[in-house]
Protein backbone atom coordinates (compact mmCIF):
# COMPACT_ATOMS: atom_id res chain seq x y z
CA UNK A 1 0.00 0.00 0.00
CA UNK A 2 1.25 3.62 -0.60
CA UNK A 3 2.58 5.24 2.88
CA UNK A 4 -0.50 7.25 3.88
CA UNK A 5 1.58 10.19 4.16
CA UNK A 6 2.19 10.89 0.18
CA UNK A 7 -1.61 9.36 -0.50
CA UNK A 8 -2.62 12.84 -1.60
CA UNK A 9 0.14 12.87 -4.05
CA UNK A 10 0.09 9.44 -5.30
CA UNK A 11 -3.17 9.77 -6.47
CA UNK A 12 -2.47 13.55 -7.91
CA UNK A 13 -5.20 14.62 -6.18
CA UNK A 14 -2.67 17.09 -4.57
CA UNK A 15 0.44 18.00 -7.25
CA UNK A 16 2.75 18.59 -4.02
CA UNK A 17 3.48 19.45 -0.23
CA UNK A 18 2.26 23.16 -0.06
CA UNK A 19 0.03 24.04 2.24
CA UNK A 20 -3.19 23.02 1.04
CA UNK A 21 -1.12 19.51 1.65
CA UNK A 22 0.07 20.28 5.08
CA UNK A 23 -3.32 21.79 6.31
CA UNK A 24 -4.96 18.81 4.99
CA UNK A 25 -2.66 16.00 6.46
CA UNK A 26 -2.47 17.78 10.05
CA UNK A 27 -5.96 18.86 10.66
CA UNK A 28 -8.30 16.24 8.96
CA UNK A 29 -6.10 12.99 8.01
CA UNK A 30 -2.84 11.85 6.48
CA UNK A 31 -4.47 9.00 5.08
CA UNK A 32 -8.05 9.98 3.79
CA UNK A 33 -8.98 5.89 3.10
CA UNK A 34 -8.72 5.13 6.90
CA UNK A 35 -11.45 8.19 7.59
CA UNK A 36 -14.50 6.13 8.90
CA UNK A 37 -18.17 7.40 7.50
CA UNK A 38 -20.76 5.48 6.91
CA UNK A 39 -21.83 7.54 3.71
CA UNK A 40 -20.34 10.04 1.10
CA UNK A 41 -22.09 13.59 3.22
CA UNK A 42 -20.89 11.99 6.75
CA UNK A 43 -17.18 12.23 5.36
CA UNK A 44 -17.20 15.46 4.22
CA UNK A 45 -18.93 16.40 7.00
CA UNK A 46 -15.81 14.66 9.21
CA UNK A 47 -13.16 16.40 7.38
CA UNK A 48 -14.39 20.13 7.16
CA UNK A 49 -15.38 19.79 11.04
CA UNK A 50 -11.83 18.59 11.38
CA UNK A 51 -10.23 21.27 9.40
CA UNK A 52 -12.76 24.13 10.94
CA UNK A 53 -12.46 23.25 14.62
CA UNK A 54 -8.67 22.53 14.37
CA UNK A 55 -7.25 25.11 11.58
CA UNK A 56 -6.28 28.35 13.70
CA UNK A 57 -8.13 30.75 12.76
CA UNK A 58 -5.41 32.97 11.49
CA UNK A 59 -4.11 29.82 9.45
CA UNK A 60 -7.24 30.25 7.79
CA UNK A 61 -7.53 31.92 4.29
CA UNK A 62 -10.44 31.76 1.51
CA UNK A 63 -7.90 30.54 -0.60
CA UNK A 64 -6.91 28.01 1.69
CA UNK A 65 -11.00 27.34 2.56
CA UNK A 66 -11.37 26.68 -1.26
CA UNK A 67 -8.68 24.31 -1.88
CA UNK A 68 -9.22 22.33 1.24
CA UNK A 69 -13.14 22.14 0.57
CA UNK A 70 -12.01 20.84 -3.02
CA UNK A 71 -9.86 18.43 -1.79
CA UNK A 72 -12.54 16.97 0.64
CA UNK A 73 -14.51 16.66 -2.45
CA UNK A 74 -12.35 15.09 -4.74
CA UNK A 75 -10.69 12.62 -2.43
CA UNK A 76 -14.16 11.45 -1.49
CA UNK A 77 -14.74 11.05 -5.10
CA UNK A 78 -11.99 8.62 -4.92
CA UNK A 79 -12.87 6.69 -2.71
CA UNK A 80 -16.28 5.86 -3.98
CA UNK A 81 -13.86 4.92 -6.97
CA UNK A 82 -15.46 7.26 -9.27
CA UNK A 83 -12.49 7.50 -11.53
CA UNK A 84 -10.72 9.05 -13.91
CA UNK A 85 -11.73 12.38 -12.83
CA UNK A 86 -9.65 15.48 -13.74
CA UNK A 87 -8.78 18.56 -11.17
CA UNK A 88 -8.62 22.05 -12.13
CA UNK A 89 -8.90 20.49 -15.71
CA UNK A 90 -9.31 22.64 -19.00
CA UNK A 91 -11.56 21.21 -21.56
CA UNK A 92 -10.83 21.87 -25.49
CA UNK A 93 -12.57 24.44 -27.27
CA UNK A 94 -14.09 26.02 -23.84
CA UNK A 95 -11.09 28.90 -23.19
CA UNK A 96 -10.06 30.60 -20.17
CA UNK A 97 -12.08 27.84 -17.82
CA UNK A 98 -10.51 26.16 -15.05
CA UNK A 99 -13.12 23.33 -13.76
CA UNK A 100 -12.79 21.88 -10.48
CA UNK A 101 -13.26 18.48 -11.43
CA UNK A 102 -14.49 17.04 -14.93
CA UNK A 103 -15.85 13.42 -15.49
CA UNK A 104 -16.25 12.46 -18.58
CA UNK A 105 -18.99 9.64 -19.18
CA UNK A 106 -18.27 6.54 -22.05
CA UNK A 107 -22.29 7.22 -22.44
CA UNK A 108 -22.99 9.96 -25.17
CA UNK A 109 -19.33 11.05 -24.85
CA UNK A 110 -20.23 13.74 -22.61
CA UNK A 111 -18.63 15.82 -19.18
CA UNK A 112 -19.70 16.32 -16.89
CA UNK A 113 -18.30 19.56 -14.68
CA UNK A 114 -18.18 20.27 -11.36
CA UNK A 115 -17.40 23.28 -9.99
CA UNK A 116 -17.02 23.47 -5.78
CA UNK A 117 -17.47 26.65 -3.37
CA UNK A 118 -17.19 26.91 -0.04
CA UNK A 119 -19.46 29.99 -0.25
CA UNK A 120 -21.63 30.89 -3.08
CA UNK A 121 -22.67 34.43 -2.75
CA UNK A 122 -21.93 35.87 -6.25
CA UNK A 123 -19.92 33.08 -7.21
CA UNK A 124 -22.46 30.85 -8.51
CA UNK A 125 -23.21 33.20 -10.94
CA UNK A 126 -19.41 32.63 -12.13
CA UNK A 127 -19.94 28.70 -12.11
CA UNK A 128 -23.59 28.76 -14.22
CA UNK A 129 -21.57 31.24 -17.28
CA UNK A 130 -18.82 28.13 -17.17
CA UNK A 131 -21.79 25.26 -17.40
CA UNK A 132 -23.12 27.40 -20.29
CA UNK A 133 -19.72 27.61 -21.68
CA UNK A 134 -18.98 24.00 -21.24
CA UNK A 135 -22.68 23.29 -22.58
CA UNK A 136 -22.10 25.53 -25.52
CA UNK A 137 -19.43 22.94 -27.22
CA UNK A 138 -20.97 19.84 -25.73
CA UNK A 139 -24.83 19.73 -25.86
CA UNK A 140 -24.95 16.93 -23.32
CA UNK A 141 -22.90 17.98 -20.77
CA UNK A 142 -24.25 18.60 -16.63
CA UNK A 143 -22.85 20.67 -14.70
CA UNK A 144 -23.27 20.78 -10.92
CA UNK A 145 -22.02 23.05 -8.28
CA UNK A 146 -21.42 21.50 -4.90
CA UNK A 147 -21.14 23.50 -1.52
CA UNK A 148 -22.09 23.39 1.76
CA UNK A 149 -25.56 23.89 3.59
CA UNK A 150 -26.49 27.27 4.03
CA UNK A 151 -29.08 30.05 2.93
CA UNK A 152 -26.76 30.72 0.61
CA UNK A 153 -28.06 27.38 -1.42
CA UNK A 154 -31.17 27.39 -0.71
CA UNK A 155 -31.48 30.81 -2.37
CA UNK A 156 -29.76 29.49 -5.26
CA UNK A 157 -31.57 26.44 -5.66
CA UNK A 158 -34.62 29.05 -6.23
CA UNK A 159 -33.11 30.62 -9.04
CA UNK A 160 -31.70 27.34 -10.34
CA UNK A 161 -36.08 26.58 -10.39
CA UNK A 162 -37.14 29.48 -11.49
CA UNK A 163 -34.96 29.53 -14.73
CA UNK A 164 -32.27 32.24 -13.71
CA UNK A 165 -29.47 30.00 -14.73
CA UNK A 166 -28.99 28.50 -17.70
CA UNK A 167 -26.33 26.37 -17.44
CA UNK A 168 -25.87 24.56 -13.83
CA UNK A 169 -28.50 21.15 -13.47
CA UNK A 170 -28.00 20.88 -10.02
CA UNK A 171 -27.12 22.54 -6.40
CA UNK A 172 -26.14 20.46 -4.07
CA UNK A 173 -24.54 20.48 -0.54
CA UNK A 174 -22.09 17.89 0.37
CA UNK A 175 -22.84 17.99 3.91
CA UNK A 176 -26.49 15.92 3.24
CA UNK A 177 -28.11 13.04 2.24
CA UNK A 178 -28.89 15.20 -1.21
CA UNK A 179 -24.76 14.45 -2.04
CA UNK A 180 -25.23 10.62 -1.59
CA UNK A 181 -27.71 10.72 -3.88
CA UNK A 182 -25.45 12.41 -6.23
CA UNK A 183 -22.20 9.98 -5.33
CA UNK A 184 -25.06 6.84 -6.29
CA UNK A 185 -25.81 8.32 -9.45
CA UNK A 186 -22.28 8.65 -10.43
CA UNK A 187 -21.32 5.27 -9.22
CA UNK A 188 -23.55 3.92 -12.09
CA UNK A 189 -21.83 5.98 -14.80
CA UNK A 190 -18.80 4.61 -16.17
CA UNK A 191 -16.17 6.89 -17.02
CA UNK A 192 -13.26 7.37 -19.26
CA UNK A 193 -10.19 8.82 -19.99
CA UNK A 194 -11.54 11.31 -23.15
CA UNK A 195 -7.84 11.19 -24.97
CA UNK A 196 -8.89 7.26 -25.47
CA UNK A 197 -11.99 8.93 -27.83
CA UNK A 198 -10.73 9.41 -31.65
CA UNK A 199 -11.36 12.97 -32.11
CA UNK A 200 -11.88 11.83 -36.02
CA UNK A 201 -12.82 8.78 -37.38
CA UNK A 202 -13.33 7.46 -40.72
CA UNK A 203 -11.19 6.66 -43.74
CA UNK A 204 -7.86 8.25 -43.44
CA UNK A 205 -6.11 9.14 -46.86
CA UNK A 206 -2.52 10.38 -46.45
Not at 8 to 19: D, E, Q, R, V
Not at 33 to 57: D, G, L, Q, V
Request: glycine share 4%; aromatic share 10%.
Amino acid sequence: MTKSTDILISTHILSGKNKTYDTFTKYISSDFRTIKASNPHEYIEFCWNSYETKCPKAAKTQSLNGKVFEAVVATCLYREGILPMFLQAQVTFVPNVDFDIVLFKEERRSPIGISIKTSLRERYKQADLEAVALKYVHRNAENYLISLQSSEVDTVKKKLKDGSLLGLNRIIAADTPEFDDLISELKKMKFINPGEVPIITGTLIK
